[in-house]
Nanobody, 127 residues
């Protein structure tokens, strides 16, 4: 069963950093593209960052470019989202999602492109 598991959320002050983890568990990341999404109260779920495992290409939402970095640790079968210079507007539940390769009509930051979702981890940016 494909079940991404997120961790690493918490409370951080504005300007601070957090690193979220997406553990693949029993499925191998070699066969999936991974995306990070977030959803704030009352807002739509938005794409934050994604990684095409096969090509190594990364994609970022405009609101996080230059601040967030998505990466992969092959040995740990885990994808990370490093979040720097955090702002209060980054407060949301962050979700990890996966979709199997080969990719067909894949839109890296669109939620409909992903088939498997984690339960989410809360990130709160506040002083």
């Amino acid at each position: 069963q494909v079940q991404p598991v997120e961790s690493g959320g918490g409370l951080v002050q504005p300007g601070g950093s957090l690193r979220l983890s997406c553990a693949a568990g029993t499925f191998s990341l070699d066969h999936y593209a991974i995306g990070w999404f977030r959803q704030a109260p009352g807002k739509e779920r938005e794409g934050v960052a994604s990684l095409n495992i096969r090509t190594g290409s990364t994609y970022y939402g405009n609101s996080v470019k230059g601040r967030f970095t998505i990466s992969r640790d092959n040995a740990k079968n885990t994808v990370y989202l490093q979040m720097n210079s955090l702002k209060p507007e980054d407060t949301a539940v962050y979700y990890c999602a996966a979709t199997a390769v080969p990719l067909v009509a894949w839109a890296p930051l669109e939620r409909h492109s992903y088939d498997y979702w984690g339960q989410g981890t809360q990130v709160t940016v506040s002083s």
